[in-house]
């Protein structure tokens, strides 16, 4: 309690729109890519129409729904030629693959604008691993992938960047990580989350909560089973 109390009386500091707007623009798109807090990562593995494989960093994954299960990302305006977005776009087929510590600065490297008929795959110096009926690459080395199927894009007008929306069509992850409930302990799986554009963290549960109601406190869930109860009321 007198933690929070300290930090609640510390003085803040506040830069304003008019700050943001004076700013040099190298550091003010570092100063706002920090404000979303921890986000997550991906490698977005796609292939191109002539089935040459592709691979970005991506660090604007988000849940849209369970049911059916949708992700979003988001992909820069295209103003430059955006492979991962094009590829998507002919193909309507792309991965997800978590990154973790062991090859976190070969998926940052990703993020270097290659000529289209390099593989960032090879670039980088990641495997390729496909599945059958799956017309996407996942990458080997991750221990948790997505694969997707488009569902639309959405041009966000106040800056052109779009919002890709997927389906999951199928995941692959270690089985020791899914836990009675459903739930996937990200952090055993070994999975970073990142901040800004180049920081990568190494995150650690504190604890999982039960269902949040008005009538009674929250309580700290049992390692491992989670809730099975699945009180949940609203469901996402
Ligand atoms: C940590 C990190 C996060 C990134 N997140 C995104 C993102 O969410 N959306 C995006 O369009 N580009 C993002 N980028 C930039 C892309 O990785 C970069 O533009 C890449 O060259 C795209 O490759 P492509 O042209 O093969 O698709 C990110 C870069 C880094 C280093």
Redesign the pocket.
């Known amino acids: 309690m007198e933690k929070r109390a300290a930090v609640a009386e510390q003085s803040l500091e506040c830069l304003t729109r008019a700050d943001l707007d004076a700013m040099d623009s190298r550091e003010r798109v570092k100063f706002v890519n920090s404000l979303p807090g921890f ?1 997550s ?1 991906a490698l ?1 593995g ?1 292939r191109d129409r002539n089935g040459r494989a ?8 988000i849940h849209l729904g369970s049911d059916p299960p949708l992700l979003g ?4 305006p295209a103003k430059v ?7 998507i776009r002919d193909t309507g087929v792309y991965t997800f693959n978590h990154v973790h510590e062991s090859f976190f600065e070969e998926a ?1 490297q ?5 000529p289209r008929e390099v593989s ?1 795959f090879d670039a980088v110096g990641l495997r390729e691993h496909w599945e059958s009926g799956i017309e996407a690459p996942f990458v080997a080395e991750s221990r948790l992938r997505v694969a997707l199927k488009l569902v639309e894009f959405l041009e966000v007008r106040a800056n052109g ?1 779009n919002l890709i929306v997927g389906e999951v069509t199928h995941a692959f992850f270690p089985g020791e990580i899914r836990e009675t409930d459903g739930f996937l302990d990200l952090a055993e799986a070994g999975t970073l989350a ?1 901040a ?3 920081a ?1 963290y190494r995150p650690e549960r504190i604890d999982r909560l039960s269902y949040a109601k008005p009538d009674r406190p929250v309580r700290r869930l049992e390692p491992g089973i989670g809730d099975p109860g699945q009180e949940t009321v609203e469901k996402l």
Do not use: F
């Open positions: 986000k990562l977005v796609t592709n691979l970005a960093i991506v660090s604007t994954v990302m988001v992909s820069r030629p955006r492979h991962t977005y094009e590829n940052h990703s993020s270097a604008r290659y960032e960047v990142g800004g554009l180049d990568y």
